[in-house]
Each structure stands twice: as C-alpha cells, then as structure tokens.
C-alpha cells in the first residue's frame, strides 16, 4: 500500500442517476477527507472522517451527497440525483493521528450528462 | 471573505527568474499551513509545510506573518519543472480539515 486509492477513476453517468466512489486510504492513516475540485478552482472540502465518525460536513454539502467509513478504513461517497453541476473531480485525502498534512489520491472524475 | 485568498496568477517567468506566491488567510485561529503544488490533471501534493520561523527546502523559502495572516512562497532559481499550480492551504476553523485557496498558476519558459 503505497498511496491513496480512488475508484473508478472516471465516471459517466446521467442525470438523476445515482453514483458511489470509493477511497482506500493510507494504511494507519485514522483521518480521511473528501474534497471536490472544479476546472481552475482549488479543492473545496466536503467531508472529513475520524476513525468512522464523521467530525466535519460542509455547509455547502447539499442533501443528495452522503458519505460513509463504517470500519474505519475505507469510506464510500454517494451522490444521489446527480445534476449537471456535480461534473468534478472528486479527490479523497488522508493523514496521521497529529500530523495535519494529507496525502491525496488521483481522484475520481465523474461527468454528468 | 474567503478562507485562503491568493495572487490571482497566472504568473509567467523565464528559466532562472525568482518568483514569488502571497497568500491570505481570514482564520486567525489557525494552526497548521502548507503549501501544495497541482500539475495539470493530476492530484495535489505537499511541497511544504510553513513554520512560523520561516523554513527553506533548497530553491523553495516559505514564510508565515500571524500577524498579518499571510503566508508567502518564494522560488529561486526557476526551473521548467517548477510550471504547476500551487496551492496555499491552511487548517479548517475546527482545525480538522484543510482549507485550499484556488491556486496560483506557474509558468516557467526557456
């Protein structure tokens, strides 16, 4: 295990349809984080996992967007309905208990047709 | 405000040029800062961490002003490899997750 994993690195799909992406973070690495980057914007934070709990949402996380780490190990993120403006690249990040840092993924880019 | 503004870019420079990134940062309750260089298409990965004494790694010197909530990067020395976007990142008000600004834009020419 030598990085973050993403998967599936590309996804088409249509609008109003459901889609999961995966991440398997580092190994050891208790904090993982879900973020979203958009065409010449930097990484917008979605969500952050401790262990299984989720400490952090976004506000600018609507409804159709959930996200799950229920062993604490790999975590899954569902969007529901998706919409044209949910096209990205979604980046999955983890770290070390106190250290801050976080080591990305190549991320899952997903188009909305 | 946004959390972590930075120079709008894109920054165009010749091979050898000095070049320098600002960045601000409307938390002053932050604790952790990093920068964080993207190539096209591909994920962000640290550079560096910035330290409130200041801290260099070889051509790269980042500084960090709390008082002022600015953090900066300077490159020496531009080399054709340096053209990436770079990312000026701070902790999130929970001080849990990572902050990004929208990245400044680096184009080093021959």
């Known amino acids: 295990d030598t990085g973050v994993s993403q998967n599936p690195r590309h996804k088409i799909t249509k609008r109003g349809q459901n889609v999961t992406f995966r991440c398997d973070p580092i190994?050891?690495?208790?904090?993982l984080y879900w973020y979203r980057q958009t065409l010449g914007q930097g990484p917008e934070f979605l969500t952050y996992?401790?262990?299984?709990?989720?400490?952090?949402k976004s506000r600018l996380l609507s409804d159709r967007f959930s996200a799950e780490r229920p062993k604490g190990s790999f975590s899954t993120l569902e969007i529901q309905r998706t919409e044209q403006g949910d096209s990205a690249m979604y980046l999955c990040?983890?770290?070390?208990?106190?250290?801050?840092?976080?080591?990305f993924g190549q991320g899952t880019r997903l188009t909305v047709v | 405000r946004k959390e972590v503004e930075q120079d709008p870019g894109p920054f165009n420079v010749p091979e050898g040029a000095t070049v320098a990134f600002n960045c601000t940062y409307s938390?002053?309750?932050?604790?952790?800062f990093f920068w964080y260089r993207q190539d096209c298409r591909k994920e962000p990965k640290l550079l560096m961490s910035?330290?409130?004494s200041g801290n260099e790694d070889g051509r790269f010197t980042a500084q960090l002003n709390r008082a002022s909530q600015y953090i900066s990067l300077l490159i020496r020395d531009s080399k054709l490899s340096d053209s990436a976007t770079y990312l000026c990142v701070v902790n999130s008000q929970a001080g849990t997750a990572l902050i990004f600004g929208k990245g400044t834009t680096l184009s080093v020419s021959s």
């Open positions: 910035v330290y409130s």
């Open positions: 996992f401790q262990n299984e709990a989720q400490l952090e």
């Open positions: 938390n002053s309750a932050s604790q952790s």
């Open positions: 190994s050891e690495h208790n904090r």
């Open positions: 990040a983890s770290s070390s208990q106190g250290r801050t840092e976080a080591f």
